[in-house]
């Protein structure tokens, strides 16, 4: 039996789009730098007729308006990026970590995703640059690679905490050859990359056979305890992700998807420390930042004091916020003064590339999670962060705050600020996208994560009141073309209606993929195959689409749709 791919998403358009002039909404070009075709085995269809002269459509002159092309959001896929923690104590972290990727990659359902990860080392002046700083490149090796290289143990400092690794891992690099695959930028070129990807459901990945996604990620997710300790989490992000467009990483180059959903997942236990470049002398001979300038060396406190301003005179404050200091420790100056690279920067940042994908789809969302020092039950509002000084002095002069969570193992973890308004500001319901790294088990947390991933696909509404060509039926009868959209192919191919067969939709024979058209609003029929999902009823749309396919979808591909118009939107979609 053949197996399925159904993909779906859904383009919102603010409804006075559907009575305006327009032949055409924002989406992939279809001029006449494209190759028009047909799906192999798909028959040649006439376009949707625009030119019934009974038509009553009101406010023209020179006949119906064009039928429109737009496009119609339709993926599956998502773009997920881990930051982690690779410094000092974050061992038994990373451990629960890996023993929860199962549950993560469960939760990704029938997604097709690509996992990349990095870590929170972006290089700093305090840190040695033998631990080879990953500055946002990708990383996919095996951490029994790393414990081999003495990355789970620091001489003098901290014993060999390989369990980290090993409590999960049992593949080396030897067992974790990377099938070459192909991008959207790679023009067909296929090469092994350096990120996890699984296309159709499951049905290929590029995984050697025999090991499954959670298997390789148990050993691809721990990082080592070598890492700077001036964490820079956000820089490590935009590094990373800037690199995905920058031919001359390898790593990294075409990793990021047009259409896909972007999600990124923070994985720490202190706070960001991201340094703007030519000002990183505050970890050197500026001392104003220092717990005690009298001190040798700088702790991770000149981090907090660089970065953050709270309210009130302590040592319990009602609130802390990101702030901008200057050199001379000045709060609230301009961005171009900041000691730390601005919160604004990442924002403009995540929010430029969300912008692009909603040329796609308008519903596109990016999002940035976390696993950081928050109390358990933050995401649900059942408990808050607590911003206090600590009682433990030491804990003060390492961190400049108290912790914001404890573990079991009595190990605490700093209270997020900078990063969480980053991931505030992307926020998409009133459930929070910040789960503690005090738990003592992070299937829930990392569950929940991929579940809100995969929530981002939505169904494929017609964001247009479509014309009933046959109002005699009961259900409305569109008049539509579909075509598939690979920019990087440059080709714009039809694609052909789906049969039904035994009461199941089925691709048709020498086709790879086909298209349904679900009409019934509610019980309007009584087959069930054709009804329309409460999305896309309750916005008011009348047309829905589901996309069938027996191939793994090319990289980069769309999916426009032209459909004759409805004459009388008010009276066909009342609700839109």
């Known amino acids: 039996m053949t197996a399925l791919v159904v993909a779906s998403g859904c383009t919102e358009r603010d409804p006075g789009d559907e009575t305006d002039g327009d032949t055409t909404t924002d989406g992939p070009a279809t001029d006449g730098s494209m190759t028009d075709g047909t799906v192999s085995g798909a028959p040649t269809t006439d376009p949707p007729t625009t030119t019934d002269p009974t038509s009553d459509t009101e406010g023209t002159t020179g006949g119906p308006e064009p039928a429109p092309t737009v496009p119609i959001g339709s993926s599956l896929e998502a773009d997920i990026l881990f930051v982690v923690d690779n410094s000092l104590s974050m061992a038994p972290r990373q451990a629960k970590l890996a023993a929860a990727m199962p549950a993560f990659v469960d939760a990704l359902g029938g997604l097709d995703y690509r996992i990349g990860i990095t870590t929170t080392d972006s290089g700093n002046p305090r840190c040695s640059a033998d631990t080879g700083p990953e500055l946002g490149e990708l990383v996919l090796t095996s951490c029994l690679e790393r414990v081999a290289a003495g990355e789970f143990e620091v001489p003098g400092v901290l014993d060999d905490v390989s369990a980290a690794c090993t409590a999960a891992c049992a593949l080396g690099d030897a067992d974790l050859p990377i099938k070459p695959t192909a991008t959207h930028a790679s023009n067909g070129e296929l090469a092994p990359r350096k990120w996890v990807e699984v296309q159709g459901q499951g049905q290929s990945s590029n995984l050697p056979d025999g090991v499954s996604p959670a298997q390789a990620l148990q050993c691809f997710m721990p990082q080592g305890v070598t890492g700077c300790g001036f964490e820079s989490h956000l820089e490590s992000m935009f590094k990373a992700l800037a690199r995905t467009t920058d031919v001359g990483s390898a790593n990294n180059f075409g990793f990021m998807r047009p259409q896909a959903s972007l999600s990124v997942v923070l994985f720490s236990d202190e706070t960001d420390c991201s340094p703007a470049p030519g000002l990183e002398e505050i970890f050197t001979t500026n001392k104003v930042f220092w717990e005690d300038p009298d001190a040798p060396a700088p702790t991770s406190a000149v981090c907090w004091n660089a970065g953050v301003r709270c309210e009130g005179p302590g040592p319990l404050y009602a609130g802390c916020s990101a702030e901008n200091h200057d050199l001379q420790g000045n709060p609230g100056v301009s961005d171009d003064d900041a000691v730390l690279q601005p919160v604004s920067r990442y924002v403009e940042f995540l929010q430029a590339i969300e912008d692009q994908k909603r040329v796609f789809d308008s519903f ?197 749709a032209t459909c004759e118009k409805s004459p009388n939107p008010s009276l066909d979609c009342p609700a839109l």
């Not at 573990?407 to 600020?417: C, H, I, K, R, T």
């Not at 008049?479 to 209606?497: G, H, P, S």
Request: hydrophobic share 40%.
């Open 364 to 560: 596109a969302e990016v999002r940035m999670m976390m696993i950081a020092g928050v109390p358990p039950g933050y995401e649900t509002h059942q408990s808050e962060i607590v911003y206090e000084d600590a009682a433990d002095p030491q804990v003060q002069f390492d961190f400049g705050i108290g912790h914001g969570c404890i573990d079991a193992e009595s190990l605490g973890a700093v209270p997020p600020v900078r990063e969480r308004e980053v991931a505030e500001a992307f926020a998409v319901d009133e459930n929070r996208d910040i789960f503690s790294i005090c738990d003592s088990d992070y299937s829930a947390a990392l569950a929940a994560i991929a579940t809100r991933i995969a929530d981002q696909i939505r169904p494929a509404c017609m964001p247009l009141c479509v014309k009933d060509i046959a109002p005699e039926t009961p259900v409305v009868q569109p008049n539509c073309q579909v075509f598939e959209v690979d920019l990087a192919a440059q080709t714009r191919i039809e694609v052909q209606k789906c049969e039904e067969v035994d009461g199941n939709w089925t691709v048709p024979a020498g086709a790879s993929m086909c298209f349904v058209e679900l009409i019934d609003q509610g019980n309007q029929t009584p087959s069930s195959i054709d009804d329309m999902s409460a999305e896309c009823v309750a916005e008011g749309f009348n047309l829905e689409f589901k996309f069938l396919r027996t191939t793994p979808p090319p990289s980069g591909a769309t999916f426009e």
